[in-house]
C-alpha cells in the first residue's frame, strides 16, 4: 500500500541533526529520515556539532549517548545552554536500568534503544 506521506506527517520547519560516532548509525538513522521525507545534517564529532548550533537554528537533535570524548549526555547539556529550545533524542544500543533512568528525566524525554 503506498501512502502519502504529506497526507500523514505534518509539514516540518527546522533543521534535524544526528550526532553519533558510528558511520553505520549515521546512514541508517539518515535513510530512516529521508523516508519520511525528511533531511538531516549529520555529526559524528560532537564539537563540531556545537559549533554548527552556535551559528544555526535546530529544532531537533538526535545524539549518541556514548561516544568517545564527549558522552551524549554532556552533549545534550551544553545543547541545551547554546539552544535551549532544541528538542533532543538521546539515542543508545545499551540497554541498562541505569542509562534508561538517566536518559528519562528532566528535559531528556524518552530513551530509544
Do not use: W
Amino acid at each position: 500500500m503506498d501512502v502519502l506521506l504529506s497526507a500523514v506527517l505534518p509539514p516540518f520547519a527546522g533543521i534535524i541533526c544526528i550526532v553519533d560516532d558510528n558511520p553505520s548509525m549515521l546512514k541508517a538513522l539518515n535513510r530512516l529520515l529521508l523516508s519520511a521525507g525528511l533531511q538531516a545534517k549529520l555529526f559524528s564529532e560532537p564539537l563540531v556539532f556545537l559549533a554548527f548550533v552556535i551559528c544555526n537554528t535546530v529544532t531537533l537533535a538526535v545524539i549518541d549517548i556514548f561516544m568517545p570524548g564527549m558522552s551524549g549526555l554532556e552533549v545534550q547539556k551544553k545543547l541545551q545552554a547554546i539552544s535551549p529550545k532544541t528538542r533532543v533524542i538521546i539515542s543508545t544500543a545499551n540497554d541498562e536500568d541505569s542509562v534508561r533512568k538517566c536518559c528519562n528525566t528532566g528535559r531528556r524525554y524518552r530513551l530509544f534503544h
